[in-house]
């Protein structure tokens, strides 16, 4: 299931994209500050180039590229209008 970033309140969205930019395996070889990794996550949502994927059976968060999700779960997420 797809979450339109703009439904989530300010605080929830820097935590989630701070606990994403800190996870174990997103190291990319630079030493980018947790705070410039979150930007460049928040500008790639903005840009819908990432988009917040939910987990219903495990109610795990993740960040997907839009390319790599599923075409219907895109179109619902345009359906909501926060495209």
């Known amino acids: 299931m797809l979450i339109p970033f703009e ?3 300010a605080d929830t969205l820097q935590r ?3 606990d994403f ?7 990319n070889g630079h030493a980018d500050e ?9 500008r790639q949502m903005e ?16 960040l997907a590229a839009r390319h790599d999700v599923p075409k219907e779960w895109l179109q619902a ?3 909501t209008g926060e495209n």
């Open 34 to 42: 947790l705070a410039t990794r979150v930007n460049q996550l928040r």
């Open 16 to 18: 989630l994209l701070e």
């Open 7 to 9: 439904m989530l309140e």
């Open 77 to 79: 997420l345009d359906a």
């Open 47 to 62: 840009r819908r180039q990432i988009v917040i994927v939910f987990h219903p059976d495990t109610a795990e968060t993740s």
């Open 21 to 27: 930019a800190s996870r174990d395996g997103t190291d």
